[in-house]
């Protein structure tokens, strides 16, 4: 699997893979979710000028995974992360989440953030295997505070949604050598 940058041509296929990620929700009795129409295609170019879209492709080639998103408060905040059910449970969510992790250390961010639903099992559960952690009401960034009342204006807060946070620990610096 590799991870890149997405391309304007990648873009319409990312779509397709939001429409395919978005299924599973409806067996968890939220269909809204899975009806819920994919990022806009100029939403998604304004993420890949901004240097913030990255792709997992197969071996074989076919797209299938992305993530999205943008700095908030000193950290990357996760906008959206999705995979390709076919693609399941092979670690490619994991992978582009560390990629993700390395551009903001990269970044000098203090770690990643995101918000999501607290009781689906691929999504709260999940990321806190990961070393999520949820992050209290009192610990919410104003940026983090927007998002989430974004999300409420969406309807997304009919189900018990959480913001999560991993710290990213800062890049270590080499030992300088003082001369003899």
């Not at 819920?36 to 071996?59: H, K, S």
Request: glycine share 8%.
């Amino acid at each position: 699997m590799t991870v890149r940058a997405a391309t304007s041509a990648d873009l319409p296929l990312l779509q397709d893979i939001e429409r395919a990620a978005g299924e599973p929700f409806r067996i968890f009795g939220m269909p809204e979710i899975a009806d819920d129409e994919p990022p806009a295609l100029d939403l998604l170019q304004r993420y890949r000028r901004a240097g913030y879209a990255w792709v997992a492709e197969d071996a074989a080639g076919p797209l299938v995974a992305y993530l999205i998103g943008e700095p908030v408060d000193g950290a990357f905040h996760i906008e959206q992360v999705s995979v390709h059910p076919d693609a399941a449970h092979r670690g490619v969510g994991r992978t582009l989440i560390t990629y993700a992790a390395e551009r903001a250390r990269g970044q000098g961010l203090t770690g990643l953030s995101l918000t999501t639903f607290a009781e689906v099992p691929w999504n709260a559960p999940y990321y806190k295997r990961l070393g999520f952690r949820v992050l209290a009401e009192s610990e919410l960034t104003p940026g983090l505070r927007r998002i989430r009342a974004a999300e409420a204006e969406h309807g997304l807060d009919r189900w018990p949604r959480v913001c999560m946070y991993l710290r990213v620990e800062p890049r270590r610096q080499p030992a300088r050598r003082t001369p003899e």
